[in-house]
């Protein structure tokens, strides 16, 4: 009787509430009735939002940086001559993807423009991944849940059909029981699709933050690159 009453609740809800909070309400009456569907949607949620959040620390604010002024920083001491300064400008930033690349081009500035331009390279294969990790299990979740609102929809619309079928004297008890499965069905819906919502939206933020960010190396690359083409240093860590 608790499941017919807490049904019965959740269609006088829809009656006198706006939109979100009768989905925050029917959401929060389905994990009292315990639908198993909601728990595995909860749970993809939950690490989408971990997921979004290592990876907003970390591209907001461990790998980017500012790269006009970086870049006019390490201009300013190449065409004085300084590859020391700009290395120990790049040093200063050693979790930023871009100083590092630019610092793998400057430890090479005395060597021919190939082997500067292999140095670029070889720093931007290994910092590109960084950027790219785990931002496709964001968008998988968001499939997941999806598909896992589909799964808690059809269960519940199989639950009224058996309703309807099911043979009881009161047919109030037989309303109560269709409610409750047409409830299961659209909460099921509507959590799947906030969660994949949300990880659709934060997984394009992400992805083009991390591709700015790899445009940058680029872009900042080929300048490093004409930079060094037209002079020819020497650091003191290199071999004299």
Known sequence: MDDFQTAEKA???????????????????????????????????????????ERFFRLYFHYSINGKEFMREIERYVYDGDTDGAIRVCNA???????????????????????????????????????????????????????????????GLIRSFGAIGAELADPSQRQAMLSAGIAEAMNATALGLLTAIFAMIMHNILANKANRITEEIDEYSVKLLDYLSTHHYKHSTESK
């Open 11 to 53: 269609a006088n809800a829809f009656q006198h509430e706006g939109f979100f909070a009768n989905v925050v309400t029917g959401i929060q009456q389905a994990f009292e009735r315990g639908d198993p569907w909601l728990f595995f949607i909860l749970l993809a949620a939950l690490f989408a939002i971990i997921f979004v959040l």
């Open 93 to 155: 930033k050693p979790n930023a993807s871009l100083p590092q690349v630019i610092k793998a081009g400057l430890q090479r500035a005395s060597r021919s423009e190939e082997q500067i331009q292999n140095a670029l390279d070889a720093a931007s294969l290994e910092q590109i991944p960084k950027l790219e990790r785990r931002l496709s299990y964001i968008g998988l979740i968001a499939n997941l849940a999806t598909l896992l609102g589909l799964l808690g929809t059809i269960a």
